[in-house]
């Protein structure tokens, strides 16, 4: 017998394999292909809004995907750079190959943790307990299972009228474990994706297409990765557009495509839809953008972001062929669409526990989420839950202003939702507490307390927030005169008569630089340690806002509902709000007050419920 056995080596099952193992409980993480280990079916890429923030947060939390993401990128390019820090993202257009290896090598070196290439057809349930896994006659026990099974349970590819029974990259799908989930009493939906064509690079015209470079001075998802692990000459993206040709090729077999035939019978994700939806739902859209994206070093492949599409092949090559710089491309890979099974996530808890089965946890795209990142911050917190459980410890739930993993993991489980879901800046109420720069300050604590962060990271970090904070300190006990090196500097960007000025108040204005400044003072402080202060300093007012909204959040969140708690008992609760109430089993009053058909009066008569007792 295993302490804890995870179902599914994607992104999700990764992370929280490695969770469960380096908090001292032997795992055993079971794939339908060692050599599909955080396969990246979609998009070659990790981070972007919101998702970028999501990896960050992984990475303080003591998870694996920062550093991986790190080693094997081609490009590294920080988004909304120009904007405010509450929506400044990195990503990294990645090379998938040398991802899935890296990621492969972390799990083989990680103690505790034994890699089982096998397809799970069940599980064994007693007493609505999760006692183990079924391998066709065979049963395994553990303590804790982590279902992170992606796209693949029930799968089918579709292009056109042509539906085959797989998933991703033509691996086998798991019908069975789809059959014993149902049998359990678990409610599945059925969800859909897609994924582009991919081109012969050496086919590709690039001339007329904008080439569109990674930073200059790159950014990080860890401050632990070495130079020396990073790429040196970056890979560039290229940016080109459908046009008219393209839409009347799509309109006029548009009753072939899967997705308008009737074949696609699963929801689809609404924020990342097929070329076919695009040109439907947006009729009078001239062009769309096409970002042609590089794979891996390896091959000469391109990933064309932006046609996803099910439509028949030959239809595909005359659509590809209208685009600037695709007129003579090779396809070597047509795009197709794939519907899934995935569990209704109101049967999930907060801790990604299941309602209805006992140390069953679940997580990725089995929860109805779409993105590596989402997946992989799921696998990490279901991971450590599953990991605390067996140490009869209380779970790691974050709050909405605490992390976006708090977000997205209260919207499945209080909100639930019908088609995958993505996480997006707008989601977040707090996004200004939680930004790229401050994701070690909010986190790593936790990552360390909880024995993911080992204690030279979590010193190196630690030192790293003292010296942000003495910075932010000095620049409060400075005043200026005329004699100091900054007069000149100031005077040049347009304010005089700064006598007296306080400098904390000084760096807030236009175009001020705390670089410039400390370069000035002769002051020597790393670029991490110059970006974070400045934040800090120039946005306290509006960050001290924040947090007071999210301090009266944290009352409600206080009050916590026990899981007992019978609602019946409660008079004059809406019966709506007292159907729901009983469906999501809320932890607390303020989980309870998100919840759709939950009034305020309803929270009010709660409120005074449970302060009776």
Known sequence: M??????????????????????????????????????????????????????????????????????SALQFKMLNASKGPGVQCLRVQSDKDEYSKVMRQTLEK????????????????????????????DTIHSKVVILTTGTYMASTTMISSEVVSEGPDHLPTTNLLSESLRELGLELLRLKTGTPPRLDTTTVDFSKTTIQPGDSVPLRFSRFSKESDLIQDQYPCYLTYTNQDTHSIIDANIHLSSMFSGVVTGVGARYCPSIEDKIVRFANKERHQIFLEPETKEFNTIYVQGLSSSLPRNVQEQMVKTIPGLENAKILKYAYAIEYDAINPLQMKASLESMKIENLFTAGQINGTSGY??????????????????????????????????????????KGTLEPYRLLTSRSEYRLLCRHDNAYRRLSQKGYEIGLLPQEKYDSIKSMLDDVDQLIEYTKTVNLNKESPLYNYLESLGYENNDGALLFEVIKRPHVKLDKILELLEISKTEEVIHQAEIEIKYEGYINKAQKDADKLKLMEDVRIPETFNYDTVLHLANEARQKLEKVRPMSLGQAARISGVNPADIGVLAMALKRG
């Open 2 to 71: 295993v302490d804890v056995i995870v179902v599914g080596a994607g992104h999700a099952g990764c992370e929280a394999a490695l969770a469960t193992a380096k908090m001292g409980f032997k795992t055993q993480l079971y794939t339908l292909s060692l050599e599909k280990i955080a396969l990246m079916p979609c998009n070659p890429s990790i981070g972007g809004p919101a998702k970028g923030i999501v990896v960050r947060e992984i990475e303080a939390l003591g998870g694996a995907m920062g550093e991986v993401a790190d080693r």
């Open 110 to 137: 990680q103690e505790n943790l034994e890699l089982v290439q096998s397809m799970i057809t069940g599980l064994v349930i007693e007493n609505n307990k999760k006692i183990g896994i079924k391998i066709n006659n």
């Open 373 to 414: 990142e989402e997946a992989a911050g799921q696998g990490l917190l279901a991971g450590i839950n599953a990991a605390r459980k067996i140490q009869t410890k209380e779970p790691l739930i974050l709050r909405r202003d605490e992390a976006y993993l708090g977000v997205m993991i209260d919207d499945l489980v209080t």
